[in-house]
């Protein structure tokens, strides 16, 4: 099975984790495994891994990638989200760290049937798990037009977010689009032309922002930020891999109101609420790729790392609160 895929940040991950032999870690995104091969060397010779993801094509190649660790891996298809419970069913309850690397992956990208990309054409799919949900096709025929340009305009920060849902609708009155080449014809149509003469691909803001609301990727982010911390032992670490600003930013307010613990109005007098930190913040700004792992792998450019580390007391708290960037 053809998976291959390049680590992001993997040095500074480890870094990040803090690795120790015999530790118990979670990579809730294995994909490819190669997170994981480094974790589970550097945790010889009784470190324990538990490998998820929601793709079992990434599950299968992670099989594969990880084999000869043999009983040290635990692998379980499944979404990140439910985190907490798969440490539990799993005996990883509580781990040492934990592990996710967000976003879709360049094999995933690469399997033109799957339909995350803009430059293939093939069925307007994008599910991330191909056995479950709805499709991407289902959205861009079956939401309102104003919530699809909602979607638009909130996930992919397109400026033209309006138009192009106009547009779809407009087309798909005609007959239903059906793949990803349909779509980006309708895209196109829908930016002027001299929007168009400049910047990334005019289809990347929508197909990113259909492939968040297909996953219901952000839902899952806080869900699973939320679970992994509560998998926690005292002092374990966990680590979250963003590529953009939308992802970053649900990390960097999670791990923000986790740390201050306390959820009374800034103007209260005394605390109230009794809520205690439970996570102190591993470095105050993300972590980026040098200069020469962005030139070697084009994917690092854009990817940002946060680490927070479970402290003895503290209760799980809750993820509140919208602090800027």
């Known amino acids: 099975m053809d998976f291959a895929h390049v680590p992001v940040l993997l040095d500074e991950v480890v870094q990040a984790l803090r690795l120790k032999p015999g530790g118990r870690y979670i990579d809730g995104t294995v994909g490819g495994g190669g997170h994981a091969r480094r974790i589970l ?17 990434a599950l299968a190649a992670a099989g594969e990638t990880l084999g000869e660790f043999g009983a040290r891996v635990d692998l379980r298809h499944g979404n990140f989200s439910e985190i907490d419970r798969l440490a539990r069913s799993a005996g990883y309850f509580p781990a040492d760290g934990v592990l996710l690397d967000l976003g879709v992956s360049s094999p995933q990208l690469d399997e033109a049937e799957r339909g995350f990309s803009y430059q293939q054409d093939a069925p307007l799919d994008m599910r991330m798990d191909p056995g479950s949900g709805p499709r991407a096709r289902d959205l861009v025929n079956g939401l309102p037009e104003a919530e699809l340009a909602r979607v638009i305009g909130e996930y992919g920060e397109e400026r033209w977010a309006s138009r192009i849902a106009a547009f779809i609708a407009r087309r798909r009155d005609e007959a239903p689009i059906e793949t990803t080449g349909e779509l980006v014809e309708v895209i196109k149509a829908a930016i002027p032309a001299g929007a168009r003469r400049s910047g990334p691909h005019p289809a990347r803001r929508t197909f990113q922002a259909l492939r968040i609301a297909t996953n219901d990727e952000l839902g899952a982010l806080r869900q699973g930020l939320r679970g ?10 966990v680590a979250v891999i963003s590529f953009h600003s939308l992802e970053d930013r649900i990390v960097k307010q999670s791990f923000a109101a986790l740390a201050r613990g306390c959820t009374c109005p800034p103007e209260a007098p005394v605390c109230t609420c009794g809520q205690r930190p439970s996570l102190r913040l591993v470095g105050r700004k993300p972590v980026l790729a040098s200069a020469r792992e962005a030139e070697r792998n084009p994917r690092a450019r854009s990817a940002k790392l946060r680490a927070a580390e479970r402290l003895e007391s503290g209760d799980g708290g809750s993820i509140t609160g919208e602090e800027g960037e």
């Open 41 to 57: 060397e550097l945790t010889s010779p009784g470190g324990r891994l538990l490998g998820v993801d929601r793709d079992p094509r």
């Open 228 to 237: 992994a911390v509560a998998a926690l032992a005292p002092g374990g670490r």
